[in-house]
């Protein structure tokens, strides 16, 4: 009972000592950086505190002790208060994104994994974290589906096929043409396995031909893949699908009447 005393109260004052240095380094963070900037830095920062804290307490103590994450839990809450009135606000998908990827990947598989008994505490304010963003970025997609891709009005220029893809392959003939004037390119004789490589058969292969629906579904999915969990991006991944085929159905209608 001595020993758990002894333990909650050297806590106690480091808590006390550390604490308002912890909070004016994260109201400095704050300054001149981007959401992503901010949530890289910041949980760094508190990463390194967590590690020093620990090792701080084995120069003096032999045994661990819960007093000491239970400190560095409510340390690491400054971190999830700083960090959460950003993550909420956010609206773009690129950039909650990017935000799953750092704690997924920098904070969770880089860093925590290798050393859970000293990065406990900031592993559970990292999951939380994690949890807040993958949750705002569900409902951003299911926003983003609604609207820019069920709800897609196409311009003349989106429906106007088969024009568009005539004029494109008017464009390759040209350039197919153009690059059998000027095909006699001298292969090394040192890289005997390389082979010079013609343009690309058709402008109409890149995907900025396609449809506006089908290239911001396939974008938007690519960028969901590896920040949510399976189910849940099977089940957007359907709903993105159905709501594609059907913007596709709609703008073919137009093109018939057209």
């Known amino acids: 009972q001595a020993l758990t005393d002894i333990y909650t109260c050297y806590c106690a004052q480091r808590e006390q000592l550390i ?25 760094a920062f508190m990463l390194h505190v967590c590690q020093d804290e620990h090792q701080l307490f084995r120069h003096f103590f032999t045994l661990p002790s819960s007093a000491l994450d239970e400190m560095l839990e409510r340390l690491c809450q400054g971190l999830y208060d700083l960090l959460r009135p950003f993550i909420i606000s956010i609206y773009h998908l690129e950039t909650l994104a990017e935000l799953c990827s750092i704690l ?21 304010i990292v999951k ?23 709800g897609f009005n196409p311009s003349q220029g989106d429906l106007a096929y088969p024009e568009k893809l005539q004029m494109m392959e008017d464009i390759a003939k040209k350039l197919h043409t153009s690059k059998e004037d000027d095909n006699m390119v001298e292969i090394s004789l040192d890289h005997p396995l390389e082979r010079t490589k013609s343009m ?10 396609w449809y506006p629906t089908v ?3 396939l974008v938007c999915l690519s960028k969901l893949y590896r920040c949510i969990e399976r189910g849940i991006f099977q089940g ?11 913007s596709l159905t709609t703008a073919s209608n137009q093109i018939k009447v057209r």
Request: aromatic share 4%.
């Open 215 to 217: 290239r911001r579904v």
């Open 104 to 124: 997924k990947l920098e904070m969770i598989d880089d860093h925590i994994s290798g050393n859970p008994t000293e990065l406990g505490a900031f592993e559970v």
């Open 236 to 246: 957007l991944s359907q709903e993105a699908l159905s709501s594609c085929v059907e």
């Open 19 to 43: 604490s308002p240095g912890v909070t004016s380094s994260f109201n400095d963070l704050r300054t001149g950086r981007d959401v992503c900037g901010l949530v890289r830095a910041s949980c």
């Open 128 to 150: 939380q974290m994690l949890e807040d963003v993958q949750e705002r970025l569900v409902y951003r997609t299911n926003i983003y589906i609604k609207s820019d891709i069920l």
């Open 200 to 209: 690309s058969s058709s402008p109409a292969d890149l995907h900025g031909m």
